[in-house]
């Protein structure tokens, strides 16, 4: 089955500096990778999401990048606000679309003000 | 429009007794997702429904747990008998086909 690989587990960043966090993947038939954000106690929420047909997507400050040759997506944050304090998680599908999830470990952002 | 509704919100009970968790997805959504998160990882997909067949079970340990939607709506999770290892938070998550999960608030099991 899929594993996905999430890194690094902490990220503490300044305000208005950009945090990156990377994941991999091990099924090459993988076409769906989302990112949701959960904060402390709440429920995940998706965030940005990019399809295997597609490089790059832009959502104002969020972007997702995806190397399916290396199996490895990113997510880039900039410009960070304290809001942005939270718990990412990244996922990966073998359909185009939002089933059989596999979900990453997690990263804790923390931006500092 | 409201969301995916949960209950119990938080449940303690000891090892070996049962529990049961209810789920309420979104109107329309014919997909249906229940999720174990373990702290400090990620959601794990226990068992997904479309209307009221299952998808995939294929982690659903299920000389222990079960789960139902009996009428393509609702959905009961079940865990018979509980050990200290299923200690979790439940998510459950509705969607329509292909679509965005939209998640529940959770229940968070704690067995002692």
């Known amino acids: 089955g899929e594993n996905v690989e999430q890194h690094p587990s902490t990220l503490s960043v300044q305000e208005g500096d950009s945090a990156v966090i990377k994941c991999t993947y091990s099924?090459?038939?993988?076409?769906?990778f989302p990112w949701y954000k959960q904060e402390l106690g709440k429920r995940p929420q998706l965030i940005i999401d990019?399809?295997?047909?597609?490089g790059e997507k832009k959502d104002q400050r969020i972007a997702v990048t995806l190397n399916k040759t290396a199996k490895h997506f990113s997510l880039h944050i900039t410009e960070t606000q304290p809001e942005d304090s939270a718990v990412y998680f990244c996922a990966a599908s073998p359909y185009f679309g939002n089933e059989k999830l596999t979900f990453g470990t997690g990263t804790r952002l923390t931006i500092i003000p | 429009e409201a969301g995916v509704a949960q209950s119990p919100r938080y449940k303690i009970i000891e090892k070996r007794q049962s529990v049961a968790f209810w789920c309420n997805p979104i109107s329309g959504h014919a997909t249906l997702y229940w999720y174990q998160q373990i702290l400090g990882q990620g959601p794990k997909l226990l068992i997904q429904f479309q209307n009221n067949g299952v998808v995939d079970d294929s982690q659903l340990p299920k000389d222990r747990f079960s789960a139902e939607r009996l009428k393509g709506v609702d959905s009961t999770l079940k865990i018979q008998p509980a050990k200290l290892e299923d200690s979790a938070v439940y998510l459950c998550?509705?969607?329509?086909?292909?679509?965005?999960?939209?998640f529940g608030p959770g229940t968070r099991l704690t067995v002692t």
């Open positions: 998550a509705s969607s329509l086909s292909l679509r965005e999960q939209y």
């Open positions: 099924d090459s038939a993988s076409n769906y």
């Open positions: 990019i399809r295997s047909n597609v």
